[in-house]
T-cell receptor, first 112, second 111 residues
Framework: DSGVTQTPKHLITATGQRVTLRCSPR?????VYWYQQSLDQGLQFLIQ???????AKGNILERFSAQQFPDLHSELNLSSLELGDSALYFC???????????FGPGTRLTVL | SQQGEEDPQALSIQEGENATMNCSYK?????LQWYRQNSGRGLVHLIL?????REKHSGRLRVTLDTSKKSSSLLITASRAADTASYFC???????????FGKGTTLSVSS
């Protein structure tokens, strides 16, 4: 158990819908990262927050957005969902940047 | 674009044998990390090696880093069936902080 929690574990929804994925980092970790894992693209970095501020952006679609709250938990919002958004979404956290990133168990999103 | 590339893509061995996986990357890095993923589950951090380190050990794991060749290797000694998983190397570009993953090596250990 890495100490990073993610909810929900599984999410099944329809095209065009909007969902919110939630992540609680390890106690004391200031940095939160979101990654997407799909069969064709592999593991891709989406976005990073550090102590509430956006720090870095990767291959995140405009339909996706995220934020980190004052209690350091983070949410990833996915809207206008398409079939191709079906994937495993992981959250990771680290104490500081350039430290070990610890991954949560992931949320499996299925878009029908 | 892919930063790290693992080799081989798949590896099948018997229990007790050693398993070696290699990772090559393209740009300068601060750290290189190895992760394990059991089928469809979360990533488990195995080891982090910094760019100024050449070798690191953790239990049955040995990681080497050659920054001149931009490559790393992960050696698992005396493998067990429980080591069956996918193994990923992940690097951070020197100027950034996000991890860039390779496609992974799928290791299968049979008893």
């Amino acid at each position: 158990d890495s100490g990073v929690t993610q909810t929900p574990k599984h999410l099944i929804t329809a095209t065009g819908q909007r969902v919110t994925l939630r992540c609680s980092p390890r106690s004391g970790d200031l940095s939160v990262y979101w990654y997407q894992q799909s069969l064709d693209q592999g593991l891709q970095f989406l976005i990073q927050y550090y102590n509430g501020e956006e720090r870095a952006k990767g291959n995140i679609l405009e339909r996706f957005s995220a934020q980190q709250f004052p209690d350091l938990h983070s949410e990833l919002n996915l809207s206008s969902l398409e079939l191709g958004d079906s994937a495993l979404y992981f959250c990771a956290s680290s104490v500081e940047v350039l430290d070990t990133q610890y991954f949560g168990p992931g949320t499996r999103l299925t878009v029908l | 674009s892919q930063q790290g590339e693992e080799d081989p893509q798949a590896l099948s061995i018997q229990e007790g044998e050693n398993a070696t996986m290699n990772c090559s990357y393209k740009t300068s890095i601060n750290n290189l990390q190895w992760y394990r993923q059991n089928s469809g589950r979360g990533l488990v951090h195995l080891i982090l090696i910094r760019s100024n380190e050449r070798e690191k050990h953790s239990g049955r794991l040995r990681v080497t880093l050659d920054t001149s060749k931009k490559s790393s290797s992960l050696l698992i000694t005396a493998s067990r069936a429980a080591d069956t998983a996918s193994y990923f190397c992940a690097t951070d570009k020197q100027a950034g902080t996000a991890l860039i993953f390779g496609k992974g090596t799928t290791l299968s250990v049979s008893s």
